[in-house]
């Protein structure tokens, strides 16, 4: 799981100050070995390798962790599925751009660091829907629905 973490170059992508160069894959590899009594935490320190929990705020450095969410969809435990479909709805649902980052360079010129992170999340509906068909739970059951529900919501607009 998490194939190709290593291949990342984690130090030139933009991210929070207060990270160390190795804190998104070691974030995301806590994450693939949540447990019910970790997942909470492990939770709380993904968002912050991303931006800023508390305000709500993400980093360009989302956009190539994305990828990684979505291999967790497709091989993580149920923990782990459930903790990694909560992060996405707070970064489509409630989180914003860091403010110095709303707008980040691409090859076509600078575009809205929401809607690219939208989309690449969006890329993620069908690992959605197969969280969503064999949920075990109402836990599992309620984040992948409610994912499903913002991307279409979306979608419609």
Known sequence: ????????????????????????????RALAAATPETGDAVYSRVLYALGNNHAGTYFPVVLAVVPFLGELL?????????????ILIDLIASFDPDPDFEFIGTPTGPQPLKLLLWNHVARLEADV????????????????????SRLREENVR
């Open 1 to 28: 799981m998490l194939e190709g973490l290593e291949h990342i170059r984690w130090d030139q992508e933009v991210q929070p100050s207060w990270n160390t160069p190795d804190e998104v894959p070691q974030a995301l």
């Open 74 to 86: 497709r091989e993580g435990s149920a923990t782990t599925r459930i903790q990694t479909l909560e």
């Open 129 to 148: 829907e197969r969280c969503l068909a064999k949920a075990a739970s109402p836990e599992e059951a309620r984040p992948a629905g409610e994912v499903l």
